[in-house]
C-alpha cells in the first residue's frame, strides 16, 4: 500500500507490528513539551495523498489535541486521504444525556474526529444505544472490527469447551460471534450500574457448576463488572473464572479487584498495550487497511 503510518513515540511497538502488515512505511511525529504544558509536534516534512494515523484513545483528552494538531498539519503537508487507526476508541460510552445539561460525549467527539479524518478503524467499540460506528463518528469509511473471535480463540486454547460469558446485555454481541465461531455455549448476564464501582448483576439461567467459564467483554476498567461476575459464578460452583478482553483498561486497583474475585486468567489484546496482553489485534487492522486502500479513489 502507498502511504506513510504515523504514530507517536509511546506507541512505536504497535506501529512497527503494523506498518509491515500493511505495507505502509512508519514514521514517527515529534512531541516536545513545553513547560506551561502546550505540545509542539513535528510531522515529516512532505507527506503522500494516504497518510495513516495511529492512535489509541485510551486517556483521551491530551490525544485529541494531538490528532487535531496532527490532522490539520497532514492536510497542508500533502495528506489527502487521511485514516484514523484508533484500536481503543474512548468516550464511546456517554451516549446520551442521562441527567439534564450533561454532554454526549460520544456525539461531540465522534464529531470532532470526523472533521478530521476521511475514515477511521477500531476495535469493539462500546456502542450501545447507538448502534453504528458511522453514527458514532459520521466519516466516509468507519470500520468496527471485533476481537472476539480472537479472544474465544485464546479461551479454548486454555481450557475445554469453555463457556463463554457476557456480563452484560452489550457483551452478547461478543460472546454469540465468538462462541458461534468455535461452536460453544454462551449466555449473558443482566447489569445495573449504579455508580462507578457500584454494579449489580444477574447471572442468567444456565447452570455454571463444575463448568470452565471465561466472561469475555470489550472493557474492564474498575474490574467491577468482572469482579461481580466472578464472585457470583464461583458462588455457583463454576470450576474455573478467567477474562478474556479486548481493552485493558484496568484503571487503579482493577486488576487486583479482578484477580481477588476469584478470576484466574487475565487475557487482553494489544488493542491496549498491558501486561496482560496476549493475542494482538494488528493483522485485523492490516487487513482492515488493505480493504479500504481498495475502495479509495486516491
Ligand atoms: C459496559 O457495558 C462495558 O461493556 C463493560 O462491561 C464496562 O465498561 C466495564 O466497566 P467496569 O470494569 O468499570 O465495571
Known amino acids: 500500500m502507498e502511504g506513510i503510518l504515523l504514530h507517536f513515540d509511546d506507541e512505536a511497538r504497535v506501529a512497527a507490528k503494523l506498518a509491515p502488515a500493511a505495507d505502509l512505511r512508519a514514521a514517527v511525529i515529534e512531541r516536545h513539551r513545553f513547560p506551561d504544558g502546550e505540545l509542539r509536534l513535528r510531522l515529516p516534512a512532505v507527506l503522500p495523498p494516504q497518510v495513516i494515523v495511529l492512535r489509541g484513545l485510551h486517556e483521551p483528552n491530551e490525544k485529541l489535541v494531538e490528532l487535531l494538531l496532527t490532522a490539520r498539519s497532514a492536510r497542508t503537508l500533502g495528506a489527502r486521504r487521511l485514516t484514523l487507526v484508533a484500536p481503543y476508541l474512548g468516550y464511546m460510552r456517554q451516549d446520551a444525556a442521562f441527567r439534564p445539561g450533561e454532554a454526549v460525549s460520544q456525539t461531540i467527539v465522534g464529531g470532532f474526529l470526523a472533521e478530521l479524518f476521511d475514515a477511521l478503524i477500531t476495535v469493539d467499540p ?15 469509511q468507519a470500520v468496527a472490527l471485533s476481537a472476539a473471535e480472537l479472544l474465544a480463540s485464546v479461551a479454548l ?142
Not at 126 to 140: N, T
Not at 219 to 226: D, E, I, N, P, Q
Not at 262 to 276: F, L, Q
Open 157 to 298: 486454547a486454555h481450557r475445554e469447551r469453555p463457556l463463554l460469558l457476557g456480563p452484560d446485555e452489550e457483551a452478547a454481541q461478543w460472546v454469540e460471534a465468538g462462541a458461534r465461531a468455535f461452536g460453544l455455549d454462551f449466555a449473558v448476564c443482566t447489569k445495573h450500574r449504579h455508580g462507578d464501582h457500584e454494579v449489580e448483576i444477574r447471572l442468567p439461567e444456565v447452570d455454571v457448576s463444575g463448568r470452565a467459564v471465561v466472561i469475555l467483554d470489550d472493557v474492564a476498567s474498575t474490574g467491577r463488572t468482572v469482579a461481580r461476575a466472578a464472585t457470583l459464578l464461583r458462588a455457583a460452583g463454576a470450576a474455573s473464572v478467567d477474562l478474556a478482553v479486548t481493552h485493558a483498561l484496568f484503571a487503579g486497583d482493577a486488576l487486583a479487584t479482578v484477580r481477588a474475585a476469584g478470576v484466574e486468567h487475565v487475557w487482553s489484546t494489544d488493542a491496549i498495550a498491558h501486561e496482560t496482553n496476549v493475542a494482538s489485534v494488528t493483522a485485523l487492522i492490516a487487513a482492515a487497511l488493505s480493504r479500504l486502500a481498495e475502495h479509495s479513489d486516491d
Open 126 to 140: 462500546h456502542l450501545h444505544r447507538v448502534l453504528h460506528l458511522s453514527d458514532a463518528v459520521p466519516v466516509e
